[in-house]
Nanobody, 123 residues
Framework: QVQLVESGGGLVQAGGSLRLSCVASRRTSSPYVMAWFRQAPGKEREFVAAISWLGGSTDYADSVKGRFTISRDNAKNTVYLQMSSLKPEDTAVYYC????????????????WGQGTQVTVST
């Protein structure tokens, strides 16, 4: 089992930056893939980015490519989402997710979820 706790959300002006963090607490040392999703008011939750176990492979939604960067530090059991050039349409609750495995390929289906952190981008 994996428990995930996100932090780093907040209010930022359009064009600004934020960095989200997610700390994972788990009982085993098995490898796992980490990802970020988001859900805007009135919309379904959508995939944002994922990173492989060793960090060598990443996957991004088209809407965030070139603006967001996902990274991880396995020594700290932490995954990050650096968000730059933020737009009002990036406003959402951002969720950290995890699943057993090593690579980002395959269905974007995750087993463990955090509680979410609010990101609000003002005009």
């Amino acid at each position: 089992q994996v428990q995930l706790v996100e932090s780093g959300g907040g209010l930022v002006q359009a064009g600004g930056s934020l960095r989200l963090s997610c700390v994972a607490s788990r009982r085993t040392s098995s490898p796992y893939v980490m990802a970020w999703f988001r859900q805007a008011p009135g919309k379904e939750r959508e995939f944002v980015a994922a990173i492989s176990w060793l960090g060598g492979s990443t996957d991004y939604a088209d809407s965030v490519k070139g603006r967001f960067t996902i990274s991880r530090d396995n020594a700290k059991n932490t995954v990050y989402l650096q968000m730059s050039s933020l737009k009002p349409e990036d406003t959402a609750v951002y969720y950290c997710a995890a699943r057993p495995g090593t690579g980002v390929a395959g269905p974007r289906e995750y087993d463990y979820w955090g509680q979410g952190t609010q990101v609000t981008v003002s005009t």
